[in-house]
């Protein structure tokens, strides 16, 4: 969640207009940081989903990347790359650590940050009317003087053949080479579970500068005792003119 998940002339396009409360309104308050003027993902906050439960003893070994096409040159064509491993240290906290790289057409991949997360489940599955947990992170790039601090709310709740999950996030961001300021965000996902291999949803990023909606698909594969592979692949699309014009997302995560 660089959540536990950038302006510029741009080509023209329909504007959509999303409510989203409070929460849009928080948004609204927080102005451009011009220490982000160069960072080809300044405009996407398009990431992750992140449900509020924790496996006990579980590890896993996580990719995930993000690539985006947009009609300036400069946002065109660039791809984050985020490769973990984590490990579930009780039943109900999860740490993980993250190696992240980027790419774009002007330039090779290159090693750009790293990033600590911990997750926390509150509550047990069905426990009350939702299930509750806290998503923590760390991240510090490695050429910049440029600190990241975060936390979210995550929120699920099932109802009937459906899941709708919500994460509430806040982030602190400051150094030497940005306008140190606060940044507010909302992930959500609405989900049908068909089966376990099988999952059709719909997600919506909204953060100073996104405004994304589009379909995922997301399953599981069970390969024998407790190993297991989630992948999550979707295709989000812009509800503002500040965020790129496809956003292709994909996860694989191999659990053990």
Do not use: C
Not at 2 to 30: D, H
Not at 78 to 87: C, F, K, Q
């Amino acid at each position: 969640m660089t959540t536990f998940l950038m302006p510029e002339t741009r080509t023209s396009r329909s504007r959509i207009v999303l409510p989203a409360g409070i929460f849009s309104t928080l948004i609204g308050l927080t102005t451009p940081s011009p220490g982000f003027a160069d960072d080809p993902f300044q405009h996407n906050g398009v990431d992750k989903v992140y449900h509020p439960y924790v496996q006990p003893l579980e590890t896993e070994i996580e990719y995930r990347t993000v690539y985006q096409t947009d009609g300036d040159p400069l946002e065109d064509g660039v791809a984050r790359h985020r490769l973990s491993i984590g490990r579930a240290l009780t039943d109900r906290v999860f740490v993980e650590g993250y190696v992240i790289g980027k790419e774009t057409r002007q330039d090779n991949f290159r090693l750009d940050a790293y990033e600590l997360e911990t997750k926390i489940q509150l509550t047990e599955q069905g426990e009350f009317w939702a299930d509750w947990g806290l998503l923590f992170e760390f991240e510090k790039e490695r050429s910049e003087s440029i600190t990241e601090l975060g936390a979210a709310l995550l929120i699920e709740k099932e109802f009937g053949s459906w899941a709708g999950t919500l994460n509430l996030g806040t982030e602190y961001e400051f150094g030497s080479d940005i306008n140190n300021e606060f940044d507010f965000e909302v992930a959500a996902q609405l989900r049908y579970r068909f089966s376990e291999r099988m999952e059709p949803a719909v997600e919506w990023y909204e953060d100073e500068f996104t405004s994304a909606i589009g379909p995922v698909l997301q399953g599981l594969e069970r390969l024998g005792g407790n190993r297991k592979v989630r992948w999550e692949i979707g295709a989000l699309f812009p509800l503002n003119d500040t965020t790129p014009d496809q956003t292709f997302r994909l996860v694989l995560e191999f659990e053990f």
